[in-house]
């Protein structure tokens, strides 16, 4: 596996007083001296931020130019500094990524596979019309519900929630200005700020088309993204119909994962890219040990001549993957989510 190592002093940035913003009702989780995790919105999106002698580093922009905004002044404010090193862009889902001209003042960092989703963005605008459309439809979907409920009207959530997409909806009625990454990597990247690093892994397609994960070993803090849920079991997902799933891919996925876990410790924390609910490295291994043992299960049975459904009876989830016994389906997700991670990973075995 190609490894490229790359080690930059960063050039800091120092901006004038934080941008006026609306009260988009941002909350501040500090979870070290340096580091702190801030949500917003209805979908409880969180962008990371670490305070370093080199700079601030941002974990992912916002759903919008006006949210990047306010939450880079959150981050000025909770920091009491200016100095903004780097954005980083952890996946290309619109949340993360299009309000990425709030730091176009910044270098921004992202997989070559991220620059290259971005830039399809901007060279294909009918392509992301389902993402535009979606502020529009939070706001019919929300008083849809109001109008059956009309008690909601006076939860303080139901009007923040409406305030929030109406930012967003004007953003995007504005126009989006797509701003790829000017700082690329393809499998490994490593920022020095200093007192700390920032390790940068490809992980690929999974949750979006270009995921990565970000590990921060001097401050034991891991961002994975959506790649793994708590008490939930991982589901092999692959919605990209023109780049299709092989067995190099999972290959990667699973050495991505091990390579992280060997990084990280019991007491690191793995943060979400929603919300701020920490995991630990005892919830996040088992699900990498399951994955890595089913893709090897899978591959055996198929070698040995097993049908499909031969394969699915020989490789029960109670009996053979005890590491995984008390995870749940989520409800989001697919139904019987070991048997559907079996077929996907058959039509790639050799």
């Not at 909770?78 to 952890?90: K, T, V």
């Not at 176009?104 to 971005?118: E, K, T």
């Not at 390790?199 to 001097?218: M, N, Q, R, V, Y």
């Not at 919300?275 to 005892?282: E, F, N, R």
């Amino acid at each position: 596996m190609l490894t490229v190592a790359l080690w930059i002093i960063a050039g800091v940035s120092a901006q004038p007083g934080p941008h006026a913003s609306p009260d988009l009702g941002i909350t501040v989780h500090r979870i070290s001296p340096r580091a702190a995790v801030f949500t917003v919105g209805p979908w409880n999106n969180s962008y990371l931020a670490l305070a370093t002698q080199k700079g601030i580093v941002v974990i992912d922009s916002g759903f919008s130019k006006t949210v990047a905004q306010a939450v880079r002044a959150s981050i000025q404010a909770e920091f009491q500094r200016s100095d903004f090193a780097f954005l980083i862009n952890s996946h290309e889902h619109s949340d993360h990524v299009f309000g990425n001209s709030a730091y176009s003042d910044i270098p921004i960092v992202g997989s070559d596979l991220l620059r290259a989703s971005i830039l399809r963005m901007k060279s294909e605008p009918a392509s992301i019309a389902p993402r535009l459309a979606i502020p529009e439809e939070s706001l019919a979907r929300a008083r849809q519900e109001l109008s059956k409920d009309p008690q909601l009207a006076h939860d303080p959530r139901v009007s923040r929630s409406e305030e929030f997409w109406k930012v967003v909806q004007a953003d995007y009625s504005a126009g989006v200005d797509f701003v790829p990454p000017a700082i690329t990597f393809d499998q490994r990247l490593s920022l020095n700020l200093g007192d700390v690093s920032v390790k940068l892994f490809s992980f690929g397609h999974w949750h979006s088309a270009a995921d990565t994960i970000i590990s921060i070993p001097e401050e034991d803090v891991v961002r994975l993204g959506a790649i793994l849920y708590a008490g939930q079991l991982p589901v092999v997902r692959y919605p990209y119909a023109n780049e299709p799933l092989t067995a190099a891919i999972v290959d990667h996925w699973i050495a991505v994962l091990n390579e992280v876990m060997a990084q990280s410790g019991a007491k690191t924390q793995f943060i979400s890219c929603h919300g701020w609910t920490v995991m630990s490295k005892a919830q996040c291994a088992p699900q990498v040990a399951y994955l890595g043992k089913l893709w090897k299960e899978v591959r055996r049975a198929k070698s040995a001549g097993r049908t499909l459904q031969q394969a699915k009876e020989a490789l029960p989830r109670a009996q053979l993957f005890a590491e995984v016994a008390g995870l749940t389906n989520a409800a989001d997700q697919v139904p019987n989510i070991h048997e559907h991670n079996i077929e996907e990973l058959w039509t790639l075995a050799p």
